[in-house]
């Protein structure tokens, strides 16, 4: 029993001075143990890396004259990048990225997003056009490298900025990066081609500006691929022309234009049926009489045909007459009919010859006035013979005979008086002359 008493007191002592004495005071801050194993635990809401990204080593990245220190750990999600990294080198130069760059590079290895340094700007040289071509220098970068993300974001800020620069300022930027792109490189071209159709919408003559000459010529490879989206755009647009006619829809399932304004209203009127409310009824027409109480007109006879009158000859217009002239007989132009100089509308009544008994005797014509035809001389006689003296001008006809002769080519000519006042100045000057042609009064 004595034994058994020591044991226990012997483990007790040994019991307490193993484990460490703790004060209450700690023993009230511990948190409680759940004595019921099945309550569900707090979950961790942080990310837990498996090691430290920032513990060395370090890769130091040259880019132009600038360098840049990024952790290894960043450095290799990038396996383009990473593949130049040695075991005993930890500097690496990236000499095909410019230098304006560099930190937009670094920094979407760190954080994944973009940004760029603000900077002062170089003379002529706006500052959207500035970070378009910062933009277009990236997506270079990203397509050599494989960063994807970086080359979404880059085409983003490419169609962002590019919308505010000219056509000329886009080719130029392009110009720069074109050629250093892979072979199976699409986004950049369809974009400069859609920049391309544009511009021709806007400006048909764009392509044969000397600007647009300018920028082409250098790099053999961009001009081939510019000349060759130009044809496309203008076989495009010859095709477009050509189809018109043949009333072809267009391609984004709407009706051509050109077709609907091609067909008229009334081939459209013909085409329609209309509805049997629009039938109009064949009626017979009404034997009532009309609406103004006019007695209608007697209608001929069955039997009876009247023969048509034969027309009365009109008189021959001035145009179509073509009489022959009668030589004229020398007449003072002083002289005007009686009833054309008191302003009658209408020229006098023809008259036989005797009717003009009672009218003045016109005077006869100067002497001085009266140019005889040259007689062709008769030869002389072998035997000289003296002269023989000059013949007297002929008297000039009798009175009656004048009188007699104007009558007869007044009344041929009649017409020429019809509707003088209301003829125009030029047509009474034509007519004037042919009066006096024949020798016929000439109204005033």
Same mark, same amino acid.
């Given at each position: 029993?004595? $034994?058994?008493?020591?044991?226990?007191?012997?483990?007790?002592?040994?019991?307490?001075?193993?484990?460490?004495?703790v004060s209450r005071e700690v023993l009230e801050r511990a948190p @409680?143990?759940?004595?019921?194993?099945?309550?569900e635990l707090p979950e961790i809401d942080y990310n837990q890396p498996?090691?430290?990204?920032?513990?060395?080593?370090?890769?130091?990245?040259?880019?132009? $004259?600038?360098?840049?220190?990024?952790?290894?750990?960043?450095?290799?999600?990038?396996?383009?990048?990473?593949?130049?990294?040695?075991?005993?080198?930890?500097?690496?130069? %990236?000499?095909?990225?410019?230098?304006?760059?560099?930190?937009?590079?670094?920094?979407?290895?760190?954080?994944?997003?973009?940004?760029? =340094?603000?900077?002062?700007?170089?003379?002529?040289?706006?500052?959207?056009?500035?970070?378009?071509?910062?933009?277009?220098?990236?997506? &270079?970068?990203?397509?050599?490298?494989? =960063?994807?993300?970086?080359?979404?974001?880059?085409?983003?800020?490419?169609?962002?900025?590019?919308?505010? %620069?000219?056509?000329?300022?886009?080719?130029?930027?392009?110009?720069?990066?074109?050629?250093?792109?892979?072979?199976?490189?699409?986004?950049? !071209?369809?974009?400069?081609?859609?920049? +391309?159709?544009?511009?021709? +919408?806007?400006?048909?003559?764009?392509?044969?500006?000397?600007?647009?000459?300018?920028?082409?010529?250098?790099?053999?490879?961009? /001009?081939?691929?510019?000349?060759?989206?130009?044809?496309?755009?203008?076989?495009?647009?010859?095709? %477009?022309?050509?189809?018109?006619?043949?009333?072809?829809?267009?391609?984004?399932?709407? !009706?051509?234009?050109?077709?609907?304004?091609?067909?008229?209203?009334?081939?459209?009127?013909?085409?329609?049926?209309?509805?049997?409310?629009?039938?109009?009824?064949?009626?017979?027409?009404?034997?009532?009489?009309?609406?103004?109480?006019?007695?209608?007109?007697?209608?001929?006879?069955?039997?009876?045909?009247?023969?048509? @009158?034969?027309?009365?000859p009109e008189p021959p217009s001035f145009g179509d007459h073509s009489?022959?002239?009668?030589?004229?007989?020398?007449?003072?132009?002083?002289?005007?009919?009686?009833?054309?100089?008191?302003?009658?509308?209408?020229?006098?009544?023809?008259?036989?010859?005797?009717?003009?008994?009672?009218?003045?005797?016109?005077? !006869?014509?100067?002497?001085?006035?009266?140019?005889?035809? !040259?007689?062709?001389?008769?030869?002389?006689?072998? @035997?000289?013979?003296?002269?023989?003296?000059?013949?007297?001008?002929?008297?000039?006809?009798? &009175?009656?005979?004048?009188?007699? /002769?104007?009558?007869? $080519? +007044?009344?041929?000519?009649?017409? %020429?008086?019809?509707?003088?006042?209301?003829?125009?100045?030029?047509?009474?000057?034509?007519?004037?002359?042919?009066?006096?042609?024949?020798?016929?009064?000439?109204?005033?």
């Amino acid at each position: 029993m004595v $034994n058994k008493q020591k044991k226990k007191k012997l483990n007790k002592i040994a019991v307490e001075t193993s484990e460490p004495a703790v004060s209450r005071e700690v023993l009230e801050r511990a948190p @409680e143990v759940p004595e019921d194993p099945g309550e569900e635990l707090p979950e961790i809401d942080y990310n837990q890396p498996s090691s430290s990204p920032y513990e060395i080593p370090i890769v130091t990245i040259t880019i132009g $004259n600038k360098s840049y220190g990024i952790p290894e750990y960043y450095f290799r999600k990038v396996p383009r990048l990473s593949n130049k990294l040695s075991t005993w080198d930890s500097y690496i130069t %990236l000499s095909d990225v410019h230098e304006d760059i560099g930190h937009t590079i670094v920094h979407f290895l760190y954080s994944g997003s973009y940004e760029t =340094i603000i900077s002062p700007l170089d003379r002529g040289v706006d500052r959207i056009a500035r970070e378009y071509r910062r933009s277009v220098l990236v997506y &270079e970068a990203a397509r050599t490298y494989d =960063i994807f993300d970086l080359e979404a974001l880059a085409r983003r800020y490419i169609e962002h900025f590019g919308e505010a %620069l000219s056509l000329f300022d886009v080719l130029r930027t392009a110009k720069e990066v074109f050629s250093a792109l892979p072979d199976d490189e699409s986004w950049l !071209p369809h974009y400069i081609k859609q920049k +391309l159709e544009q511009s021709f +919408l806007v400006d048909k003559s764009i392509f044969t500006d000397d600007e647009f000459f300018g920028i082409l010529g250098e790099d053999r490879y961009f /001009s081939n691929a510019i000349f060759k989206m130009i044809l496309e755009i203008y076989s495009t647009r010859l095709q %477009l022309l050509e189809s018109r006619p043949a009333h072809k829809s267009s391609t984004n399932g709407y !009706p051509d234009m050109g077709q609907a304004g091609s067909e008229s209203p009334a081939m459209k009127h013909d085409d329609q049926e209309y509805p049997e409310s629009y039938d109009v009824p064949n009626e017979a027409p009404s034997e009532e009489a009309p609406a103004d109480n006019y007695p209608p007109d007697e209608p001929y006879p069955v039997e009876y045909y009247p023969e048509p @009158e034969e027309a009365s000859p009109e008189p021959p217009s001035f145009g179509d007459h073509s009489p022959e002239l009668v030589p004229p007989e020398p007449y003072p132009e002083e002289y005007t009919p009686k009833s054309l100089a008191e302003g009658s509308l209408y020229p006098p009544r023809p008259r036989s010859v005797d009717d003009y008994s009672d009218e003045p005797v016109p005077e !006869p014509c100067p002497v001085e006035a009266y140019a005889p035809e !040259p007689t062709p001389c008769e030869p002389y006689p072998e @035997e000289c013979t003296p002269e023989a003296p000059a013949e007297e001008p002929p008297s000039p006809p009798e &009175e009656n005979a004048v009188r007699t /002769s104007t009558a007869a $080519n +007044l009344m041929t000519n009649i017409s %020429l008086y019809n509707d003088w006042e209301t003829l125009s100045k030029k047509e009474q000057l034509k007519r004037r002359k042919a009066l006096r042609k024949m020798g016929l009064p000439v109204p005033t």
